[in-house]
């Protein structure tokens, strides 16, 4: 008979107090991430259909931003200024039960009334995404929300008049000199 070997065995506590580090898992640690880095906050992906103009607009817009704004940051500054504008519009009709003044009966209306060229009335044939902020995200479905219940806009409408607004803003504006970041180019929609 085999002589029974007891099953505890005596061990050395300084290595039972290290706990075990699986040799892939400190491999796939030290090895550097690839591909784009991560901004503060991952952007979110919104489906738009948009004209082939409009897609050569987005690439002219981002010549106009600041050195330290690129392409990636235009949906964004895009909604900001749609949502200044609508929230001016609250404001202008705030002691009425009306989100939306009344002489705005359609989505041309408002491209009129913001002195903005009428948009093509075919419907684009091509989508694309865009990448937003979370909160952009939010306020591009209010916006969405408020001109779809009032004027039956779908999203890439409503993105079309905000890259739209955004031109403008940079005609007007110019900030291609300027030193600002995405946060300053918001403050400043906002202010005016």
């Known amino acids: 008979m085999k002589a029974d070997k007891p ?3 005596p061990r050395d506590k300084a ?19 690839r591909g784009r880095p991560r901004r503060q906050v991952a952007r979110q992906n919104v489906y738009v259909a948009l ?9 002219a817009l981002a010549a106009k931003l600041p050195p330290t704004l690129g392409r990636p940051d235009l949906p ?19 002691g009425r039960t009306r989100e939306i003044p009344e002489g705005v009966t359609d989505l041309e209306s408002l491209y009129l009334l913001w002195d903005l060229a009428l948009p093509r009335r075919e419907q684009a044939e091509r989508w694309t995404s865009i990448r937003l902020s979370p909160q952009q995200v939010l306020e591009m479905g209010r916006l969405h929300g408020t001109l779809n ?25 110019p900030l ?4 600002m970041g995405l946060s300053d180019v918001r403050e400043m929609i906002f202010r005016q």
């Open 51 to 59: 004209h082939p103009e409009q897609k050569a607009q987005l690439n």
């Open 76 to 94: 964004d500054l895009a909604v900001s200024v749609l949502t200044a504008r609508v929230e001016a519009l609250r404001t202008a009709v705030v």
């Open 15 to 33: 290595t039972d107090e290290e706990p075990r580090v699986s040799t892939l898992k400190e491999l796939m640690r030290d090895k550097p991430r």
């Open 149 to 173: 219940a009032a004027f039956g806009a779908n999203r890439s409408e409503v993105f079309g008049l905000a890259l739209a607004l955004l031109a403008q803003f940079l005609e007007r504006h």
């Open 7 to 9: 099953k505890d065995r």
């Open 176 to 179: 291609h000199e300027a030193e």
